[in-house]
Nanobody, 119 residues
Framework: QVQLVESGGGLVQAGGSLRLSCTASGSIFSILTMGWYRQAPGKQRELVARITNTGSTNYADSVKGRFTISRDNAKNTVYLQMNSLKPEDTAVYYC?????????????WGQGTQVTVSS
């Protein structure tokens, strides 16, 4: 069974930092793209950042210069370092991964982790 498990969310004051982690486990042949999405109350889920297996990254305009995505391929883990957090960053953050598994190429999602930024 393939799964993604996130950690690192929490409550932080504006201007503070948090680091999210997400580890993939199970019968995985390879991991292609990994990324982070977020969904605030009453809003649609949106891309925050993603990184390919070759290290190429892209970010939402709203987080450029504040957030950094990275991955450790040996650990099947993706990280999101979030600095200079703003109240508008408050959301549930979801990890996603495009992986090659026994049945082919599939997309997987984590369960989500809450990030709350107080003003």
């Amino acid at each position: 069974q393939v799964q993604l498990v996130e950690s690192g969310g929490g409550l932080v004051q504006a201007g503070g930092s948090l680091r999210l982690s997400c580890t993939a486990s199970g019968s995985i042949f390879s991991i292609l793209t990994m990324g982070w999405y977020r969904q605030a109350p009453g809003k649609q889920r949106e891309l925050v950042a993603r990184i390919t297996n070759t290290g190429s990254t892209n970010y939402a305009d709203s987080v450029k210069g504040r957030f950094t995505i990275s991955r450790d391929n040996a650990k099947n883990t993706v990280y999101l370092q979030m600095n200079s957090l703003k109240p508008e960053d408050t959301a549930v953050y979801y990890c996603a991964a495009n992986m090659v598994v026994r049945s082919g190429v599939r997309d997987y999602w984590g369960q989500g982790t809450q990030v709350t930024v107080s003003s």
